[in-house]
């Protein structure tokens, strides 16, 4: 398994200056607290390679101006997330009719991360209250799943919502571990976050979110790509950006391929 190292630093790392050419972060600030929570990474990209088999991520931080005390005490508490393009998803319900299993009910959510991976100093539920965790999404539980269209009486709606998760979870794209964010010194940090064998290209954003005392203090937010590489990245555009010409060599590969085996294997 390989393993990827993203490094998050402080502006007054003057080692590192790849920090200062980053695109200009997203912040969400609470005034009512002084204390900051500064973020970077290494690199903005990510290159995925054809044998890629999952990666851990390590991250850095730290608090500006926190108290010292307060860190003592454990009253700081940190989230990060790296966080998948937002895609729509469609659950569906399987019955059996007259022997038959066939796709009976369905709901499509609006776009929600295509994959979720977050670590946190500890579990969420010690770190604020649900209400505060569901405004900003989260925690897995808490991405909100809204669906589009009908959805009839709406008595489904919990059980396509738990059923989506379970997908989501049992294929590794959604993970969370409650105990990869660490202080390290003071007010540094480190985390880790998981990036799986099956993580979807594009844009992904990398979240995080500070708590003081089990009270929103501020949350930044950095965007980082996710690449295929080589003859993988090559097939991928090109089915995705000339999808007709790559449907009609299929069928033809596919039925070269059936004729040669013909040939090949007949029996005179």
């Known amino acids: 398994m390989r393993s990827a190292v993203l490094f998050f630093v402080l502006p007054l790392l003057a080692s590192l200056p790849a920090v200062a050419q980053l695109a200009d972060p997203t912040v969400t600030v609470n005034d009512k607290f002084s204390e900051r929570i500064d973020i970077g990474i290494s690199t903005n990209e990510i290159?995925?390679?054809?044998?890629?088999?999952?990666?851990?991520?390590?991250?850095?931080?730290?608090?500006?101006?926190?108290?010292?005390?307060?860190?003592a005490t454990f009253a700081y508490d940190v989230v990060v997330a790296l966080e998948g393009p937002r895609k729509s998803s469609t659950v569906r319900r399987k019955e059996r009719v007259a022997g038959i299993w066939i796709n009976r009910h369905s709901i499509r959510f609006e776009p929600i991360p295509a994959s979720y991976s977050m670590s946190s100093t500890r579990p969420l539920a010690d770190i604020a209250n649900l209400m505060e965790l569901a405004s900003r999404d989260i925690g897995i539980n808490n991405i909100r799943l809204v669906p589009t269209g009908g959805v009839g009486d709406g008595s489904r709606l919990t059980e396509f919502r738990d059923a989506l998760r379970r997908i989501k979870q049992a294929s590794g794209l959604y993970q969370r571990d409650p105990t990869g964010v660490q202080f390290i010194s003071k007010a540094l940090f480190r985390a880790t976050?998981?990036?799986?064998?099956?993580?979807?290209?594009?844009?992904?954003?990398?979240?995080?979110?500070?708590?003081?005392?089990?009270?929103?203090?501020?949350?930044?937010?950095?965007?980082?790509?996710?690449?295929?590489?080589?003859?993988?990245?090559?097939?991928?555009?090109?089915?995705?950006?000339?999808?007709?010409?790559?449907?009609?060599?299929a069928v033809l590969l596919a039925t070269l391929t059936g004729w040669l085996g013909s040939v090949i294997f007949r029996k005179d």
């Open 47 to 71: 290159a995925i390679t054809s044998d890629f088999s999952g990666a851990d991520i390590t991250v850095f931080g730290a608090i500006d101006g926190a108290d010292e005390l307060l860190l």
């Open 193 to 249: 976050v998981r990036l799986p064998a099956n993580i979807p290209v594009g844009q992904h954003k990398v979240r995080a979110v500070l708590y003081k005392n089990n009270q929103f203090v501020m949350e930044k937010v950095i965007p980082l790509r996710v690449v295929k590489t080589g003859l993988e990245q090559f097939i991928y555009n090109f089915a995705h950006v000339y999808s007709l010409a790559y449907g009609i060599i």
